[in-house]
């Protein structure tokens, strides 16, 4: 299970810069889809590298799916050489992203976000707009169905409102 | 554009909107009316019990070898 109140904290408490997307996004909106993970876009300066690598330190984070034993490297020059990472850590699984399809990098995805308190931090997550955006352009099966829904909940907030 | 003089929609549109056929409004009024911080626990719940069900389907199998 993966336990999104404690890595948003740690993330939060080490203020890393983070946009949370995916089906987390999609929660945080009010989607009643299982997801297992957190996704995030994470800012790509050396600056934040560092603190995202010191943030995480402490929960151990390994490739996902990778075979026991591989070396892995969690480190500024490990980050700094990649740009997307599919992560296992203690506290759960946890996706870093540098850009997604639809929506860039933390800095073009910034003006598209919305602050949400979760687990008694604000984090700032990808507003709904934004996320129909980006699942529409990623364009698989189950994100057409995300879609669906989010289109769905973005009429019933327009109701409301 | 259509026979009816409307846009035509794309192939994303069309299995999009055949989704929106299936989805459960009522599950989404309700989940509105939760504070964020709330529709995260219901998730961490929901994996608790999606985990719980993928084991005993396990152990079923394995019974049943």
Redesign the interface.
């Given at each position: 299970m993966t336990d999104f109140g404690a890595l948003l904290r740690l993330l939060t408490q080490n203020r890393v810069e983070f946009i949370i997307v995916g089906g987390a996004a999609a929660t945080a909106h009010g989607s009643a889809r299982l997801t297992l993970d957190l996704d995030i876009v994470y800012k790509r300066d050396t600056s934040n590298i560092g603190r995202l690598v010191d943030a995480l330190s402490s929960v151990q984070p390994y490739l996902r799916g990778a075979p026991p034993g591989l070396p892995f490297d969690w480190s500024v020059e490990t980050l700094r050489k990649g740009l997307n990472f599919t992560l296992i850590t203690n506290v759960g699984a946890l996706d870093l992203l540098g850009e997604i399809a639809g929506g860039g990098g933390y800095d073009q995805l910034v003006s598209e976000t919305i602050t949400i308190e979760v687990a008694g931090v604000n984090c700032l997550c990808i507003n709904l707009e934004g996320l129909i955006k980006v699942k529409r352009v990623a364009g698989r099966p189950k994100d057409l169905e995300t879609v669906a829904e989010l289109e769905q909940i973005l009429s019933e907030t327009q109701r409301e409102a | 554009m259509n026979r009816n003089n409307e846009p035509s929609k794309s192939g994303?549109d069309a299995?999009?909107?055949a989704?929106?056929k299936d989805?459960?409004?009522t599950?989404?009024?309700e989940?509105?009316r939760?504070?964020?911080?709330q529709?995260?626990q219901q998730?961490?719940k929901?994996?608790?019990f999606?985990?719980e069900l993928r084991q005993a389907g396990r152990k079923a199998s394995r019974t049943s070898d």
């Open positions: - | 994303a299995v999009i909107d989704y929106k989805i459960d409004v599950l989404i009024r989940n509105l939760l504070t964020v911080d529709r995260f998730l961490m929901l994996q608790e999606a985990e």
